[in-house]
């Protein structure tokens, strides 16, 4: 199994919703990512775990809170978000440190209205 | 800071070669990676050099050279599927990429 799952396709909030983005893999990898991607723009990194501890945080804005409840799964908590957060969302997987392969899933196209 | 270039847009026939540039500044420096991107579709990995010369898949190859700070992905016997946005992404440390802003490749019959 080489596939990176994200759960929902489409999320469409309001500013005052909670809502939380799901990302599972089961290749046994021990890092997991949260990107950002504009429409026609390249995917931004915002979080990595590594694992399963916060390694890197690309100074997101604490409205976008990530969780990882174990080595599989990968949550971006999502809160009080503003319409220019509206992009694709796409979580990524590696072996770990050594490896330079990511895998990507196939997104949450998120829109905040 | 970061600095990357590579082209936005590269227009070929099927059938063709192309090659897409790419030349980077970065903080630090592990290989340079090439991910794939179909409209809609996430990101997908084609090719990493970490040492300088050429690593070679199928129809695509990629070149490095650290001394230069440039890469290249060939791209040989173009095919209408291989219509995609290419990104160059220089590996800066264990876990990040730093992705460049991507060519746009339109393969015509």
């Known amino acids: 199994d080489t596939e990176v799952t994200q759960t929902p396709k489409h999320l469409v909030m309001g500013m005052t919703n909670k809502k939380s983005l799901k990302c599972e893999q089961h290749?046994?990898?021990?890092?997991m990512y949260w990107y950002k991607q504009k429409a026609k723009k390249p995917p931004e990194l915002m979080f990595v775990?590594?694992?399963?501890?916060?390694?890197i945080n690309e100074s997101v804005p604490s409205r976008f809170s990530p969780e990882c409840p174990n080595s599989s799964l990968l949550n971006l908590h999502l809160h009080a978000l503003q319409p220019e957060d509206s992009a694709l969302y796409l979580c990524?997987?590696?072996?770990?440190?050594?490896?330079?392969?990511?895998?990507f899933g196939p997104g949450t196209r998120l829109t905040v209205t | 800071g970061q600095s990357l270039e590579q082209p936005s847009e590269v227009t070929a026939v099927e059938g063709a070669i192309v090659q897409i540039n790419c030349t980077y500044q970065t903080s630090g420096f592990y290989g340079l990676s090439w991910y794939q991107q179909h409209d809609g579709g996430a990101p997908t990995f084609l090719s990493y050099?970490?040492?300088?010369g050429l690593e070679e898949t199928g129809r695509f190859s990629s070149f490095l050279s650290r001394s230069d700070s440039y890469g290249y992905l060939l791209l040989q016997e173009l095919q209408m599927k291989d219509s995609a946005s290419y990104f160059c992404a220089p590996r800066i440390d264990s876990y990040k990429l730093i992705f460049g802003s991507g060519t746009r490749l339109l393969v015509r019959p």
């Open positions: 990524a997987s590696s072996q770990g440190g050594d490896s330079y392969e990511q895998y």
């Open positions: 775990y590594s694992y399963e501890k916060l390694s």
């Open positions: 050099n970490g040492l300088d």
């Open positions: 290749m046994g990898h021990r890092a």
